[in-house]
């Protein structure tokens, strides 16, 4: 008879949960925890707690101290970065994107670099009943569509670009969109703003009718974000 395996004490979404519950125990003036206060605080047992800290102080998350109390470490503050430059692109980009959707009639959205994706970061919806089914978060291949050539473009290109990218039929058949690349300070490539909607509405040709605001608005935003043109 073949024994089953035992499982692990620390697996999946229970995991997950765990290391979850170790991180929050950690609360504003606590420079640093016990096992002991871990413990009392999460409910765990302490050898439940000790692997834990291993994985959390591999990937930068905790440090153990010489005295074997733990305190959260520099990938806390990290991530803390990007969700503050998150906030502060949001206020940037999300009053253009109203501009725009409410100056085009069509989706406005806002498009970031996630490995092999393109993904969804900012989005304000048509008007129109007949519009995309797509929500912030969601993500898209790097493929032929607008966005996707937008957020491939290095700067010299990009900058230059005598009108925006268009699209239609590249990811969804029943769709085109228009887009321009987004440059930061360092004309660095920030994202994308994209201009969405049916194919049998944003046409190519219509797509003209918004080229001069899509233009000036892609500017404005850039120069919100600290970008100064050659020479400028």
Known sequence: MVKA?????????ASADRVLTVLTAFQIGDSSLSLVELAERTGLIKSTIMRLM?????????TRMSDGRYQLASEIMRLNTVYQESLDLERHVMPRLHYLAEQTGETASFYVR??????????????HRLRLDLQPGDMRPMDEAAGAQALRAPYQTGIALPKPYYSRGATDPHASSMALPIYGAQQELVGALVISGPASRLTEE?????????????????????HKPDGA
Request: hydrophobic share 40%; charged share 20%.
């Open 5 to 13: 395996r035992p499982r692990p004490a620390v697996n999946g979404v």
């Open 54 to 62: 291993v994985s959390l102080e591999s990937y930068g998350f905790v």
């Open 114 to 127: 996630h490995g092999a994706y393109r993904l969804c970061q900012y989005r304000v919806n048509s008007a």
């Open 206 to 226: 219509s797509a003209q009718n918004f080229r001069e605001v899509f233009f000036e608005t892609a500017r404005d935003l850039m120069r919100s974000l600290g």
